[in-house]
């Protein structure tokens, strides 16, 4: 696609319920990263793929959330029995993952929300 | 992981002033740091980058500079207009693990 699609781009959902996050990125780009944004906060890093693999996952929060991606394109962030603090944004970015890092091409994000 | 330190936290200048912010990072093998723009209710955006071979770089009205010995590097925004108020993420990067400062928020005023 011409950029970074995540959807959905907007979640409401009742505490302890499952929600699952899509973020597809740009096609080719071998890299891929999941953020957290609070609403006026910095960029928390989550997780990044390169391929199919994950060289740390020690940014999740919680072993309440996962993610994987195959195929080396599409990802999916699943948060289990969400809590009211995992309201926020969550974006997606994607480089060309080469050697030299470039440029991160971000997503609109998906904003969840936990009543 | 890296850890990015950026200050300050929130940035107010006049019109045609010049804003700095900076920022530190803990890992010596990080050699890649961009600067990203986040306007209001939009996603982060490039701005400038510098690579660890550089010890500058300038595009227009802004800058960005580089101290690998002292693990610093600082953004600046000469000549400053009401549209550059946002929020400014400098980021560390090593073998594409890319990790954030908090942020600045940059008002300026007319």
């Known amino acids: 696609g011409a950029g970074v699609s995540q959807s959905p781009s907007n979640k409401v959902t009742e505490k302890g319920k499952d929600v699952e996050l899509r973020c597809d990125p740009i096609?080719?780009?071998?890299?891929l990263y999941w953020y957290r944004q609070s609403l006026g906060q910095g960029l928390e890093f989550l997780i990044y793929?390169?391929?199919?693999?994950?060289?740390?996952k020690s940014g999740l929060p919680s072993d309440r959330f996962s993610a994987e991606r195959t195929g080396g394109s599409v990802s999916t962030l699943t948060i289990q029995r969400t809590q009211q603090e995992d309201s926020a944004v969550y974006l997606c970015?994607?480089?060309?993952?080469?050697?030299?890092?470039?440029?991160?091409?971000f997503g609109e994000g998906s904003r969840l929300t936990v009543l | 992981g890296e850890n990015v330190e950026q200050h300050p936290s929130t940035l107010s200048v006049q019109e045609g002033d010049s804003a700095v912010i900076k920022c530190t990072y803990s890992?010596?093998?990080?050699?890649?740091f961009p600067w990203y723009k986040q306007e209001l209710g939009k996603r982060p955006q490039l701005i400038i980058d510098?690579?660890?071979?550089?010890g500058e770089k300038k595009d227009q009205r802004i800058a960005v500079t580089l101290n690998k010995t002292a693990k610093h590097f600082s953004l600046h925004i000469t000549e400053t207009q009401p549209e550059d108020s946002a929020v400014y993420f400098c980021?560390?990067?090593?073998?594409?693990?890319?990790?954030f400062g908090a942020g600045t928020r940059l008002t300026v005023k007319p």
């Open positions: 510098i690579r660890s071979n550089v």
């Open positions: 970015a994607s480089s060309g993952g080469g050697t030299l890092t470039g440029e991160l091409f």
């Open positions: 096609s080719g780009h071998t890299a």
């Open positions: 890992d010596s093998a990080s050699n890649y």
């Open positions: 793929f390169q391929g199919n693999s994950a060289p740390d």
């Open positions: 980021a560390a990067t090593k073998n594409n693990d890319m990790r």
